[in-house]
């Protein structure tokens, strides 16, 4: 079946970087994007970007533009996510998530996505 | 930004019976191509979100007939024909004509 495994909870410093990856097996890894989203405490769901594992091109919500990382390894089918400059805003379940899109002149938009990997938790803090 | 509000914030919903949700866009999310970028998805307690409703109105694969969405341009339900205690969860309605903003959420609980 097709699943998301998401790597373990972090705590991280304030100023420092995180990398999250997520593992995808069930289903043919180059067919599908892959979104990240977070979700941070009294906050609602937000969309960080997204990337096309067919041939690496990424979009990238403004909000988090220059700050995050968004790449694929298409040997072991995994995704990553590296934030950098964490504050403690940045606190929160992080979500990969399968889902379809459209890629228009080389760049990935956003369609609907249709399976979640459990999350990990990244806690910033001094 | 396209903002999404949705309301209620809370339902409280005896087994059984019906329940709705409204979603309401600040722009239509009408998409040259003729979709409509909405969707609903619930939050059980303790799990992540889940994809119920595509493009306003198909269930995803699994999803039981008693959920259902409708609408168009910028106003939009999701209902539930009767309620049954595992729908408990938060409900959020997504866009995606605009990069992706989520609704606020729905808490639904049974009484």
């Known amino acids: 079946q097709v699943q998301l495994v998401q790597s373990g909870a972090e705590v991280k410093k304030p100023g420092a970087s995180v990398k999250v990856s997520c593992k995808a097996s069930?289903?043919?890894?180059?067919?599908?994007?892959l979104y990240w989203l977070r979700h941070a405490p009294g906050q609602g769901l937000e969309w960080m970007g997204m990337?096309?594992?067919?041939?690496?091109?990424?979009s990238y919500a403004q909000k988090f533009q220059g700050r995050v990382t968004m790449t694929r390894d298409t040997s072991t089918a995994t995704v990553y996510m590296e934030l950098s400059s964490l504050r403690s805003e940045d606190t929160a379940v992080y979500y990969c998530?399968?889902?379809?899109?459209?890629?228009?002149?080389?760049?990935?938009?956003?369609?609907?996505?249709?399976?979640w990997g459990k999350g990990t938790t990244v806690t910033v803090s001094s | 930004d396209v903002v999404m509000t949705q309301t209620p914030l809370s339902l409280s919903v005896t087994p059984g019976q019906p329940a709705s949700i409204s979603c309401k866009s600040s722009?239509?999310?009408?998409?040259?191509?003729?979709?409509?970028?909405l969707h609903w998805y619930l939050q059980k307690p303790g799990h992540s979100p889940q994809l119920l409703i595509y493009?306003?109105?198909n269930r995803f694969s699994g999803v039981p007939d008693r959920f259902s969405g409708s609408g168009s341009g910028t106003d939009f339900t999701l209902k539930i024909s009767r309620v049954e205690a595992e729908d408990v969860g938060i409900y959020y309605c997504?866009?995606?004509?605009?990069?992706?903003?989520f609704g606020g959420g729905t808490k639904v609980e049974i009484k």
């Open positions: 998530a399968r889902g379809y899109g459209i890629t228009l002149f080389g760049v990935p938009s956003p369609y609907y996505m249709d399976v």
């Open positions: 069930g289903y043919n890894f180059i067919g599908y994007y």
């Open positions: 990337i096309n594992p067919r041939g690496g091109a990424t």
């Open positions: 722009q239509s999310l009408l998409h040259s191509d003729g979709k409509t970028f």
């Open positions: 493009e306003v109105s």
């Open positions: 997504m866009q995606s004509i605009q990069f992706v903003t």
